[in-house]
């Protein structure tokens, strides 16, 4: 059995951190949806966008919010990794599925997974948190790829959305570890 901090006694660990270990990242108000700067979103496609959070290049996964403004299909992929996601508003299905995700829940998907994500058309905004490991791999319905996105195709997009935008190319700097 592990021995706690004595009763009463508040003090700070005093000793090394791990060599190496890269520094903490804390993102406040992440989820004020409504009152974020728009500037922050980077464009993915027509009324999707994405805002990252965490981009580990040394590891290979990234955490963003995912922020769709239309209903219909949003893509069709495959997944490398695991991925979790939490929606944090509106709600989104797999044709392949019979499951719904929706507000405040959760959805692992395994790596291997093909599916087809939409949102349905009374969703007017669905607004996702996302940690994906490895890539997705873009593919058409016979299962060919013709595209894909990873943690480096999302720092590029970052860099050329934020210098467009008046943020700085280095404004994405804070996200990657």
């Known amino acids: 059995m592990m021995a706690g901090p004595k009763q009463g006694v508040v003090e700070p660990f005093r000793g090394d951190q ?3 270990m890269v520094d903490d990242l804390v993102v406040p108000q992440v989820l004020d949806l409504e009152n974020t700067d728009e500037r922050l979103w980077v464009p993915q496609a027509e009324q999707v966008s994405f805002r990252p959070l965490l981009l580990s290049v040394t590891q290979g996964y990234f955490v963003n919010l995912l922020r769709v403004r239309r209903s219909g299909v949003l893509s069709r992929h495959r997944h490398a990794g695991p991925v979790h996601a939490f929606p944090l508003k509106g709600r989104w299905h797999y044709l392949e599925h019979d499951w719904v995700a ?3 829940g959760y959805a692992f998907e395994p790596p291997g997974e093909t599916h087809t994500l939409v ?3 009374d969703v007017d905004e669905m607004v996702t948190l996302f ?3 490895g890539t997705y791999v873009y593919v058409d319905p ?5 595209g894909y996105e990873d943690v480096f195709t999302k720092l590029e997009a970052a860099r050329n959305h934020y210098a467009e935008v008046g943020l700085g ?3 994405v ?3 990657v570890r």
Do not use: L, M
């Open 102 to 104: 929706d507000t405040n």
């Open 119 to 121: 949102v349905p058309e």
């Open 131 to 133: 940690h994906v490991t």
């Open 169 to 171: 190319v280095e404004y």
């Open 18 to 20: 791990p060599r190496g």
């Open 173 to 175: 700097d804070q996200f």
């Open 142 to 146: 016979e299962g060919n790829a013709v």
